[in-house]
């Protein structure tokens, strides 16, 4: 009896730990040239994905009690911004506040002047590049505010300012209520010549309401929105620059970080005076938001095949028809008599270092975000004057 049960024991373990066979799960691995892999969506992001396959790879929804530094820097002291500001830059003039980061002006002498204010940036700790940013805030009010969203670059590739640019996202002068401005700077484009390519629009509530301030930036461009309208948008056209290298007309090829203060007076802010009635005023800021697009998942096609090589005023220099490709070209491939030669990060290039008189065989190869390449251009003959 007792070995029956015992049988009877052994068959029950068996057929109660045989597992049941399942189809395998098949997840589909986008296979690509330089195996980019997809991209997940940081874990702190309220928004993680938007439509187009932007995916969150950055935020800050300003849930905590205080400023997380791991994010931001504070930047400290008088120095005026570059453009005369009055304020003192002081950590103790920011706040979070019910889920929102508050930058509050005050009028008080520190450090030699008469008003304090915060400016904070992400150098370091966020560094981007070809992203989409979105940003919710309001406004302060009063004449001689000047709050921005803005940005700079990480190493100054190209050189100091302006010669490796400036984004400025959004700026606003209190005392031209409603409009908003965006703008960038570059060698050959910036106020100090006179030449700065911006655009203004005026949007009601901006000081009364929270709005979302918005850029996309991809190769050669760089497009601007307030609540999902339009703003500006920026592009490089190598036809109409021909007289320099494309990183003195659009250096935007390199990563920035990002800049959120509130400056009082200044060249602009303070073209019309100080109301020293509006203090203490505010900055507020709901969340940042940047997303990059998830490539290896989105892109399906090879760029087509670069177009119409042709020479430019500038000495060495050829700029050719830029490719299309379903989600943008990251590069272009330069090849001369046939051997790859170097990279350009836009449809423009000048060739430096090579032998004096000597007539080279130039073709250019489009490369998409995730290792793609469009057929070689036809060739073209330059004669490097050395």
Same mark, same amino acid.
């Given at each position: 009896?007792?070995?029956?049960l015992?049988?009877?024991?052994?068959?029950?373990?068996?057929?109660?730990?045989?597992?049941t066979?399942?189809?395998p799960?098949?997840?589909?691995?986008?296979?690509?040239?330089? !195996?980019?892999q997809?991209? @997940?969506?940081? *874990?702190?992001c309220?928004?993680?994905?938007?439509?187009?396959?932007?995916?969150?790879?950055?935020?800050?929804?300003?849930?905590?009690?205080?400023?997380?530094?791991?994010?931001?820097?504070?930047?400290?002291?008088?120095?005026?911004?570059g !453009?005369?500001e009055?304020?003192?830059? @002081?950590r103790?003039? =920011?706040?979070?506040?019910?889920?929102?980061?508050v $930058? =509050?002006?005050?009028?008080?002498?520190?450090?030699?002047?008469?008003?304090?204010? *915060?400016?904070?940036n #992400?150098?370091?700790?966020?560094?981007?590049?070809?992203?989409?940013i979105?940003?919710?805030a309001?406004?302060?009010?009063g004449?001689?505010?000047?709050?921005?969203i803005?940005?700079m670059?990480?190493?100054?590739?190209?050189?100091? %300012?302006?010669?490796?640019?400036?984004?400025?996202?959004?700026?606003?002068?209190?005392?031209?209520?409603d409009?908003?401005?965006?703008? /960038?700077?570059?060698?050959?484009?910036?106020?100090?010549?006179? =030449?700065?390519?911006?655009?203004?629009?005026?949007?009601?509530?901006?000081?009364? @309401?929270?709005?979302?301030? &918005?850029?996309? %930036?991809?190769?050669?461009?760089?497009?601007?929105?307030?609540?999902?309208?339009?703003?500006?948008?920026?592009?490089?056209?190598?036809?109409?620059?021909?007289?320099v290298p494309?990183?003195q007309?659009?250096?935007?090829d390199?990563?920035?970080?990002?800049?959120? !203060?509130?400056?009082i007076?200044?060249? %602009?802010?303070?073209?019309?005076?100080?109301?020293?009635?509006?203090?203490?005023?505010?900055m507020?800021v709901?969340?940042?938001r940047?997303?990059?697009?998830?490539?290896?998942?989105?892109?399906?096609?090879?760029? #087509?095949?670069?177009?119409n090589l042709?020479?430019?005023?500038?000495k060495?220099t $050829?700029? %050719?028809n830029? @490719?299309?490709?379903?989600?943008?070209?990251?590069?272009?491939?330069?090849?001369l008599d046939?051997?790859?030669?170097?990279?350009?990060?836009l449809?423009? /290039?000048?060739?430096?270092?090579? =032998?004096? *008189?000597q007539?080279?065989?130039?073709?250019?190869q489009a490369?998409d975000f995730?290792?793609?390449?469009?057929?070689?251009? &036809?060739t073209?003959?330059?004669?490097?004057?050395?």
């Amino acid at each position: 009896m007792k070995k029956i049960l015992i049988i009877i024991l052994f068959m029950f373990v068996l057929v109660g730990c045989k597992t049941t066979p399942t189809e395998p799960i098949e997840t589909e691995i986008p296979s690509v040239p330089n !195996n980019l892999q997809p991209l @997940s969506a940081v *874990s702190d992001c309220d928004v993680p994905t938007l439509q187009g396959g932007w995916v969150c790879i950055w935020a800050d929804e300003f849930n905590g009690n205080v400023v997380d530094e791991t994010k931001w820097t504070f930047e400290v002291g008088g120095f005026g911004g570059g !453009n005369q500001e009055v304020q003192y830059y @002081s950590r103790h003039n =920011t706040e979070v506040v019910d889920s929102k980061l508050v $930058i =509050t002006a005050l009028r008080e002498t520190m450090g030699g002047k008469q008003y304090t204010s *915060s400016r904070l940036n #992400t150098k370091y700790k966020g560094s981007f590049k070809y992203v989409r940013i979105v940003v919710s805030a309001k406004m302060p009010t009063g004449r001689g505010t000047w709050p921005a969203i803005w940005m700079m670059p990480l190493m100054n590739a190209y050189g100091v %300012w302006p010669r490796s640019g400036e984004i400025d996202i959004m700026e606003y002068v209190g005392y031209d209520k409603d409009k908003i401005h965006s703008t /960038i700077h570059t060698e050959k484009f910036n106020h100090n010549l006179g =030449t700065q390519l911006g655009y203004s629009r005026v949007y009601e509530g901006v000081e009364t @309401s929270f709005k979302e301030y &918005e850029m996309i %930036w991809s190769p050669g461009s760089i497009t601007t929105y307030v609540d999902g309208n339009k703003l500006g948008e920026f592009a490089y056209v190598p036809h109409f620059n021909q007289d320099v290298p494309y990183n003195q007309v659009f250096p935007f090829d390199q990563e920035f970080f990002l800049i959120i !203060n509130l400056a009082i007076g200044g060249t %602009w802010g303070g073209a019309q005076g100080i109301d020293n009635t509006i203090f203490p005023t505010t900055m507020e800021v709901d969340y940042v938001r940047v997303y990059k697009q998830d490539y290896a998942v989105l892109d399906k096609e090879a760029p #087509t095949v670069p177009t119409n090589l042709s020479l430019a005023q500038l000495k060495n220099t $050829i700029f %050719w028809n830029k @490719s299309n490709d379903d989600y943008g070209v990251e590069k272009y491939a330069v090849y001369l008599d046939g051997a790859f030669h170097k990279y350009a990060s836009l449809n423009q /290039i000048t060739f430096t270092g090579l =032998t004096a *008189s000597q007539i080279y065989q130039v073709q250019i190869q489009a490369v998409d975000f995730v290792g793609r390449t469009s057929d070689m251009s &036809e060739t073209m003959l330059l004669t490097f004057s050395g």
